[in-house]
């Protein structure tokens, strides 16, 4: 939540006083690899295990509700190369859906899903400069699929990314993704180091087990920086700094 702070001086007999409101939200360091690491749709890939786990909680919801970890929950790791960013996200889902045909890869939102949030300008008002990704780890054919939505760039990522690569596969506690995005399509000054970067993991949950094909069946959202409205709000983002 939001916070106020107010300072106070005294100067002889004079009190002098400033209010500020903080407007806090998560930060974190995206280590650099020599290596990329291994874009595999298995857990056999220990070089990113060597990777920092960020946790994304049941509290953390910013719409609807989840019952427990179980029901819904996420961890994910990050790195970069310098040209790359690869992102591994792991969800903990009950009841994963794929109710998703090839031919309607888009709205993610509405089954379940993660999306990949990139803000070259960090803490931008809209997300016309953003990278917003939806991924579906499987369609009715059982494929990862992607699309970019709600930025400058809208479309199949095979359109509008055709460098992105995706793999996905299922857990025993639910799914898992792997993801590696050029830079370059996320912003021109992005490969060098020390460049900070508007960030966030979105996470959809659906539950509905007999959900017709394309059917709407969001039932939560889960962010690691949470806020109403979280997805078209860049200011709400988390901060991420390059290694």
Sequence with gaps: SDV?????????????????????????????????????DSDAAADWSQLKAHAIHPSQTWQGTVTNAADCSATFRVA???????????????????NIAPNDIK????SDSVELCL??????????????????????????????????RPGPVEETSPETRLVSW??????????SVPLADVGPDLRADGRRLGFNVLIYDGDKTDA?????????????????????RPEDWGRAEFE
Excluded at 8 to 35: C, D, F, K, W
Excluded at 80 to 98: A, I, K, P, T, Y
Excluded at 212 to 232: D, F, T, Y
């Design 212 to 232: 017709a094909p394309g059917e709407n069946i969001n039932r939560s959202r889960l962010a690691w920086a949470p806020r109403s409205g979280v997805q078209g």
């Design 119 to 152: 803000d070259p300008d960090v803490g931008a008002g809209h997300t016309l400069n953003c990278y917003k990704l939806g991924v579906f780890p499987f369609d009715t054919t059982g494929r990862v699929r992607a699309a970019r939505d709600a930025d400058a």
């Design 80 to 98: 970069h190369n310098g040209s790359q960013l690869f992102v591994e996200v792991r969800v903990r889902d009950d009841h994963v859906v794929s």
């Design 4 to 40: 106020e702070i107010v300072a106070t001086a005294t100067v002889g007999n004079q009190e002098y006083r400033g209010t500020a409101r903080l407007h806090p939200v998560p930060r974190m360091s995206i280590p650099r690899l020599t290596t990329a690491p291994t874009m595999s």
């Design 170 to 179: 299922k857990t025993p506690e639910g799914y898992a993704i792997r993801m």
């Design 107 to 110: 709205g993610h939102w509405r």
